[in-house]
């Protein structure tokens, strides 16, 4: 399956005592991204070594969906809400990742 899709990941390195705050902050916000024009997927991984970052990641369908919602008023009041602030404040480092998809496959589509 050949795609222009677009991946984003984020990662977020919480301090000890604000994992589960930084979890529920990451996976608020995948939530509030499912009804965006041009969301496909998104995840919320949790860490299976000491110290790894909370990831975020989430498809669209192309950049310029992305690029879209980034700019649009629902994006403005999840950074407005205070989560940003409060992630700020409860990690020691935030990363982001941007990607556009060359090659995807799934299980049930066997391309």
């Known amino acids: 399956m050949s795609s222009n899709y677009y991946l984003v990941t984020e990662y977020y390195f919480p301090k000890e005592e604000h994992f589960d705050d930084v979890m529920n902050i990451v996976i608020e916000t995948s939530s509030m991204i499912k009804e965006q024009d041009g969301a496909l997927m998104s995840m919320t991984l949790r860490p299976e070594q000491k110290n790894g970052p909370v990831t975020g990641l989430?498809?669209?369908?192309?950049?310029?969906?992305?690029?879209?919602?980034?700019?649009?008023?629902?994006?403005?009041?999840?950074?407005?809400?205070?989560?940003?602030?409060?992630?700020?404040?409860?990690?020691?480092?935030?990363?982001?990742?941007?990607?556009?998809v060359e090659k995807v496959w799934h299980i049930e589509s066997h391309d």
């Open 58 to 100: 989430s498809m669209w369908s192309s950049r310029e969906k992305f690029t879209n919602f980034m700019k649009s008023e629902h994006a403005e009041k999840i950074m407005k809400s205070g989560l940003s602030a409060k992630v700020k404040e409860w990690t020691t480092a935030i990363k982001a990742n941007l990607y556009t």
